[in-house]
């Protein structure tokens, strides 16, 4: 196994890594703590959390260019993105604050002639203003919504700012468009799909079919030292939204021809009136569902939310911060949809039911089948987070409204971008207010570079899915027969295990992620400091990676999640695809010292 240095970035030396190495137990709570020793030596983070360096350099930069040094700037892909963050600024900060606010929007400049080059793919930034004193609340809209400027999107806008040819727009009341216009592709790719393969990179293509696509290809590449060809982008979103409904073999030739929506039918998700145009792409996990949120607001109206079962940390500050509010069930227990039932009977309504299937980091599975059932007979929308479960081996569209995914994690595998999507089951009641709210509620985000490495990272998805499933079986049954564990959390078996299996797609497995709680903290740390992993945020990556994931991600609210069965020193392990002897022997010598080490 490879060693990672502290704050070196997981991938190493990988630019636009999603995760970074936090080696010891010790250095995940000094850099809760935000101890220099720590936050100092990180060279990047996981990109909700951490503001790439990209993104602080091109913000210093517009500061400095307006002559506002000494303020803090937080960078966003459009005009409507910005607006969001400054309602959500206006209605928590203090005056003084408030009163410090600006919006800066950087646009191509419409008189140098080679911005025409750059018209197809929306390079535009717009930059949210204030005080230092604002940045926690500006921190928090970024961290919460996913909303923030990708540092591809950044690193290439930072160029064309330094070059003049993106400027200050004078109008701000001018309409932006709500998406790039669609591209036509080219007539195939290159890259096959391999388990074992090098990481993918941008290659050099050329399109024959429209000039000025021509022109920008190599305006690209001449100017800014990468391969971007637009006619790519459309092409590979399909590709990936084909890719999620279950309907595109990895291995299938893609054309610039519009692919039959009859295609569509053969998907795995058990819907056959499914259509492409049910998918959205966003930017992140969690920015697919603040925008199945705000869909679901603007569709139905203010009504509280529901979130059931343990959440990921933003969600529950989503459904919290943004709306009327939400009631909270953290055990996703029979006895939790009892109560549920009992308040629909005595009349409350809510706008939706939110949930994971598997939660993070529990791995418990709330009964979608009678939460369907309620639904249907007490109207509210039903919003599954199939991340950690994946559609490779789980199928809950048919039980939700809305079927939200972070294809950050194991759908891209590389941990080298960012991604999210999220479908519209067009059988939903829901499903014609949903789709109208999208036509001019929706903004395709998504930065062209960062779709095309998802693309190419994806390929293989169905066949790294596998493997993972068996690599994790076997090393949760290590766990299980050690006598050092406490607790082991995994969907095959645990008291939640049957409202998994009523999921499970034939020949599917059980994904990836195993916790595991010690029966004493010293062994935990033991342990977590011998494990030869790679060691950081993040999860569903290529290659194993543990983390003590309570402490990262509720270290300030470490007794209220006991409260729901979450143990403080809980260590999550995200299995890779790494030959299984290999890694169940890194894990049984980490055991081996957590024994020894902490008698």
């Not at 249907?376 to 039980?399: H, M, Q, R, S, W």
């Amino acid at each position: 196994m490879p060693a990672f240095n502290l704050g070196e970035s997981i991938p190493p030396h990988t630019e636009h890594a999603v995760s970074v190495s936090l080696p010891t137990w010790r250095a995940n709570v000094g850099y809760e703590e935000g101890e220099d020793w720590v936050v100092g030596s990180m060279t990047t983070g996981y990109p909700r959390f951490f503001i790439h360096r990209s993104i602080q350099a091109f913000a210093k930069d517009i500061l400095e260019k307006i002559g506002k040094k000494g303020l803090v700037a937080f960078l966003f892909p459009t005009r409507q993105v910005a607006a969001r963050c400054v309602s959500f600024v206006k209605l928590r900060a203090p005056p003084a604050i408030v009163s410090s606010l600006e919006v800066l929007h950087l646009v191509l400049d419409p008189v140098n002639p080679q911005s025409k080059a750059l018209r197809g793919l929306s390079p535009s930034i717009s930059a949210v203003i204030c005080s230092p004193e604002g940045f926690g609340f500006l921190k928090q809209y970024w961290q919460h919504t996913g909303d923030g400027v990708s540092s591809r999107r950044a690193e290439f806008c930072h160029s064309l700012f330094k070059d003049g040819l993106l400027r200050v727009d004078e109008s701000p009341n001018t309409a932006a468009p709500m998406s790039p216009k669609p591209c036509r592709g080219p007539r195939r790719y290159q890259r096959g799909g391999s388990l074992d393969a090098g990481k993918p990179s941008i290659t050099s293509q050329t399109s024959t079919t429209v000039p000025d696509r021509e022109e920008t290809s190599r305006f690209l590449e001449e100017r800014f030292g990468r391969n971007l060809d637009v006619s790519f982008v459309e092409p590979a979103k399909s590709a990936i939204k084909r890719r999620i409904a279950g309907a595109l073999r990895s291995d299938r030739e893609l054309t610039s021809s519009p692919v039959p929506e009859k295609e569509m039918e053969s998907n795995t998700r058990g819907v056959v009136n499914l259509r492409e145009d049910d998918i959205y792409l966003f930017p992140a996990g969690m920015n697919a569902i603040f925008n199945a949120h705000r869909a679901l607001l603007g569709a139905r109206g203010g009504l509280k939310s529901v979130n059931f079962g343990f959440p990921y940390v933003d969600t529950l500050k989503i459904l919290e911060k943004f709306g009327p509010g939400c009631v909270f069930y953290g055990n996703a227990s029979e006895a939790d949809l009892d109560d549920l039932e009992a308040r629909l009977k005595a009349g409350e309504r809510f706008l939706g039911l939110f949930c994971e299937f598997p939660g993070n980091p529990l791995l418990t599975c709330p009964n979608l089948a009678r939460i369907r059932e309620m639904a249907d007979k007490y109207d509210f929308a039903v919003v599954v987070d199939e991340t950690i479960g994946t559609f490779a081996n789980i199928n809950v569209l048919p039980f939700a409204d809305i079927v939200v995914s972070s294809l950050t994690k194991i759908f891209s595998g590389d941990c080298n971008v960012m991604g999210g999507s999220a479908i519209f089951n067009p059988n939903s009641r829901y499903y014609s207010a949903l789709k109208d709210f999208a036509r001019t509620g929706y903004e395709d985000t998504y930065w062209p570079e960062d779709v095309m490495f998802m693309e190419r990272n994806s390929r293989d998805f169905a066949s790294r899915i596998e493997r993972i499933n068996a690599n994790a079986e076997a090393i949760c049954d290590v766990f299980r027969e050690n006598k050092l564990i406490k607790a082991v959390f995994y969907p095959r078996d645990n008291e939640s295990s049957a409202n998994y299996e009523a999921c499970k797609v034939p020949g599917g497995g059980y994904g990836g992620l195993i916790s595991v709680v010690f029966h004493r903290k010293e062994q935990a740390v033991a342990f977590y400091d011998a494990v030869d992993t790679a060691k950081g945020p993040s999860l569903g990556t290529n290659f194993t990676l543990t983390s003590p994931y309570v402490l990262l991600a509720h270290y300030q609210e470490l007794e209220w999640a006991s409260q729901f069965g979450v143990d403080p020193d809980l260590i999550r392990i995200s299995v890779g695809l790494e030959d299984t002897a290999d890694i169940v022997n890194v894990f049984q010598a980490a055991l081996h010292v957590a024994e020894h080490g902490s008698q």
